[in-house]
């Protein structure tokens, strides 16, 4: 269940940097793409909970 939170908290938060991100030109795809911010945004949720 924790994992899961955090990779919706995650992908909210990759999805309005992706959205309200700056670069229009295409050239950094994180900040361009709200659906490619919000995949990475939700991986970066899942690796920070899980335990090494």
């Not at 939170?5 to 959205?19: H, K, N, P, Q």
């Amino acid at each position: 269940m924790k994992m899961i939170l955090s990779a919706l908290i995650g992908g909210l938060i990759g999805f309005g940097v992706g959205y309200f991100g700056k670069c229009t030109s295409g050239a950094c795809p994180l900040t361009s793409n709200p659906i490619i911010s919000a995949i990475i945004g939700a991986a970066i949720g899942v690796m920070v909970t899980i335990k090494p």
